[in-house]
């Protein structure tokens, strides 16, 4: 199991060389409309009524995941009629978000984002468990426990 690029590539044993499950991450953004605050002119960020200033300055559109502390487990699942125990590793870490780090030209609120300093923002947690079974099929399972400010995401998902 390694970390590259803020999310998680997990390796076959018999097989180093080929990744089993790759690039999971948190998706909590989307693209900015104009009524989230595309065509504004740089000076509400904090404008609730567009949310697109907030959800740059809290970097959602460029998470990581951080602080990588990985546990070999096991799971039970219905397998064939039986419940069984199968191998599986749990993954935790932190996700954070990097305002600033990701290029939008001709929008200016993304613009003088980009000109200012901003330091890295605790999003939450990202617990993931990948469970190898017997037959071939890998079952994965994600938990998010985002931070309780975070009220209003344009989206909540995975990143592939």
């Not at 567009?50 to 096991?74: A, F, I, N, Q, R």
């Not at 064939?80 to 600033?100: L, Y």
Request: proline residues 4%.
């Amino acid at each position: 199991i390694s970390l590259v690029d803020g999310s998680f590539i997990y390796q076959s044993v018999t097989d180093s060389t080929k990744p089993i499950v790759s690039s999971l991450q948190p998706n909590l953004f989307r693209a900015g409309t104009d009524n989230d605050g595309v065509k504004q002119l740089g000076d509400q960020f904090f404008d609730k009524s567009k949310p697109l200033g907030l959800w740059l300055t809290l970097g959602l559109d460029c998470t990581t995941l951080e602080d990588l502390d990985v546990t070999l487990s096991s799971k039970k699942i219905n397998f064939s009629g039986d419940a069984m125990d199968f191998p599986s590793f749990v993954t935790k870490a932190r996700i954070f978000g990097h305002p600033g780090r990701r290029k939008y030209e001709g929008i200016t609120l993304a613009e003088k984002l980009e000109d200012s300093s901003t330091s890295s923002v605790k999003l939450g947690k990202w617990e993931q468990q990948v469970t190898m079974v017997g037959n071939g099929s890998v079952y994965v399972e994600i938990t998010l426990d985002l931070e309780e400010s975070l009220r209003d995401l344009p989206r909540v998902g995975l990143q592939f």
